[in-house]
């Protein structure tokens, strides 16, 4: 996608890079949208966990930090992943992820919501990851990837406590 537009890319290039028959392929992915999709899934499943896996400090509840730092690693591709129009799609993929993850550390931390509430406050955290993700990429990526953690936990955590549980 850095080389070519996504819609530009043929499923027989994929192949002949990959080293891999026609058949071996379709064993395993129904396109090359599905090829994309399974690679996005893989990466925010890993990314997401990332936090639970490796024991980190339950105050953190997204591996914003680490995210960042990789999307600013992979500018060429995430702005080619925006011009292919796969962009709205993964990020999709990713709310889900993280919305899971992050409703995994509210709960080990301790955080007293109620059923009712936490998985709609997980997924409004998660939202507000890939807005500030949005604003932070439209925005040239200047702000350090810390300093986006910090940002998103401060607000996160000031959201959580001042909200009042339903009796």
Known sequence: MQEKPFD????????????????????????????????????FASAST?????????????????LFAHIAGAREFYVSLAASGMLDEAKGLGRGFFARSIEERLRLAGVQLTQAEMSPTAHALSGSMFALLDWWADHGMKMEPEGMDRLFHARA???????????
């Open 50 to 66: 990332m936090l639970t896996r490796t024991k980190a400090d339950l105050r953190r509840l997204a591996p914003i930090r680490e």
């Open 8 to 43: 530009g890319i043929t499923v027989q290039e994929v192949l002949d890079r990959a080293g891999v028959a026609r058949s071996t392929f379709y064993k395993h992915y129904r396109d090359k949208d599905d090829l994309f999709l399974s690679d996005v899934e893989d990466f």
């Open 157 to 167: 955590w000031a959201g959580i406590s001042s909200t009042p549980s339903e009796s």
